[in-house]
């Protein structure tokens, strides 16, 4: 728990952050030579290798018969053997469904609190059925219908009058003409009358441009493979709610926080030391910590702790993306301020996320140190106790 030494830095790559579809080339490569079943019209991967990229293949060495052994997309040859890593942590049923709802040329609409991977979720599934995650219109209140419709280059507009030329595609129209899947991120942030934009295009299937009217390029049909993954966080502020026909023109999924408290330490884990590598540093915090610090996030997010005490939930989301956060944060403070035990610095940067919203979510976590953290600690617990002492912190 004490980091003494300073950590020597990591080489980093040229990029931040990858999109799925790069992060992940190797496996779609893999996995579009491994699985020759039927597709969906359009699709890359057969959905059964879908789900198997983002679940994984629980261990399991796929191995490729030699006659499927030949050249990939752009040249790039898949390896003859591969374990598919498991990218989303949640029941396998729920990604069973949303893969049926894609080939189904059905919209998606993945629902939950924040953090809870929605957005991850969406672009692996772009990723793996059309090879793209990067048709996307990331939604706010200022989102107009040109996002989810078209726009104009004025230049072209002023100089020649509504032609193909000076059309712009938004995300979903492209989509729409090459057969693909557009993403809407955080689609009730949008105004009511944006969203339902988006009604006669997942009904019709198609997109009508009356400024083009009598020419060929006025009607765009939607191409096979079109469809839509949209996301919403119900619980924020700013919600627009949805209207009915919309809704109708969706299968909902919700995405429900981690279940296992070692299957969200180890996520917390992995991310956490994603964001030190980029940070420059090696990831040097204890398992015992991140245990800890998951579980505290845990018995707040659920109004119970491990043990079965009741806890008050404060109002702000306690979730796993937040837990990594601060797991990075100490991952970051351990690494360049190092000199102390990183363990200290947990009541601090707890504090920080739950008084993001409700202040009188402070005194909620007060009442959590004086139940389970104190509870613990008169158990024996040696962690525990530390973080009892620390109480003080939170003043």
Known sequence: MTMT???????????RTLPAEEQHATELAFLAAHDDGPRPPGWALTP?????????????????????????DG?????????????????????????????????????????????MLSELLAA??????????????????????????????????????????????SAMR????????????????VQDALVSILSDRRLSVPELAGTPDALTPAAPGFTVIATANLRDRGVSEMSAALKRRFNFETVAPIADPAAEAALVRGQATAVVRRAGAAFGVDDAVLDALVT???????????EGWDVERPGTVMS??????????????????PGGDVLDLVPGHLLG?????????????????????RRRAEDGSAMWRRLWDLRENLR
């Open 296 to 306: 505290v996030f845990r018995d707040l997010r659920s109004g119970r702790s491990a």
């Open 320 to 337: 796993t993306a937040e837990a990594v956060q601060v797991a990075a944060s100490l991952g970051v403070a351990a690494a360049y301020l």
């Open 178 to 193: 090459s057969g693909r899947v557009a993403r809407i991120e955080e689609i009730t942030r949008c105004l009511p009358e």
């Open 128 to 173: 793996a059925v059309c090879g793209t995650s990067a048709l996307t219109v990331q939604g706010t209140a200022g989102t107009t219908e040109d996002a989810f419709r078209y726009g104009w280059n004025y230049a072209l507009l002023l100089a020649q009058g509504p032609s193909r030329q000076a059309l712009v595609d938004s995300p979903v129209l």
């Open 353 to 373: 996320v739950v008084r993001k919203d409700d202040p009188a979510d402070h005194a909620r976590l007060l009442g959590y140190w004086d139940g389970p953290v």
């Open 48 to 72: 059964r290798a879908v789900v198997t990229f983002v679940c994984g293949s629980g261990g399991e060495t796929l191995e490729l018969p030699g006659s499927r052994q030949a050249k990939g």
């Open 5 to 15: 030494e300073p950590v020597a830095p990591v080489a980093l790559p040229n990029r």
């Open 75 to 119: 040249g790039a040859v898949p390896p003859a053997r591969l374990a598919i890593t498991p990218k989303f942590v949640g029941e396998r049923s729920l990604v069973e469904r949303c893969v049926v709802t894609l080939a189904g040329e059905r919209g998606l609409l993945l629902v939950g609190e924040p953090g809870t991977a929605k957005s």
